[in-house]
Every structure is written in structure tokens, then in C-alpha cells.
């Protein structure tokens, strides 16, 4: 019962710090993919064709 309570514990840490690394390569991945959406997101506002047939629907 001793050894496998250890071994439990060994499994736990294991797995906590693995989510840890994911959790981060996710947070960091997830921040530049959110600057490039932003920057993306930023330069099809101006040029999309769409935003003026709404205008025009709008008036």
C-alpha cells in the first residue's frame, strides 16, 4: 500500500508539471497568435469590401 501511495504521488507531480508546461506553451502561444490575428484583424478592416456594402445597405 506504501509503495503505491509513493508511486501515486510520483504521478501526480508528474502530470501537474507537464499541464503546467502546456498551460504555458499555450498561454504564450496563444498571445502571439492573438497579436497576429489583431494586426490581421487590423489591416482587413480598412481594405474589406464589406464594410462598405454595409455602409451603403446602412444609408
Do not use: C, F, G
Request: aromatic share 14%.
Amino acid at each position: 500500500m506504501h509503495y503505491i501511495y509513493d508511486h501515486w504521488n510520483s504521478v501526480n507531480e508528474m502530470e501537474a508539471s507537464m499541464s503546467i508546461s502546456v498551460v504555458y506553451k499555450l498561454s504564450t502561444i496563444s498571445m502571439d497568435q492573438l497579436n497576429q490575428s489583431i494586426l490581421y484583424a487590423d489591416q482587413t478592416y480598412y481594405t474589406s469590401p464589406n464594410d462598405i456594402d454595409y455602409n451603403d445597405r446602412a444609408i
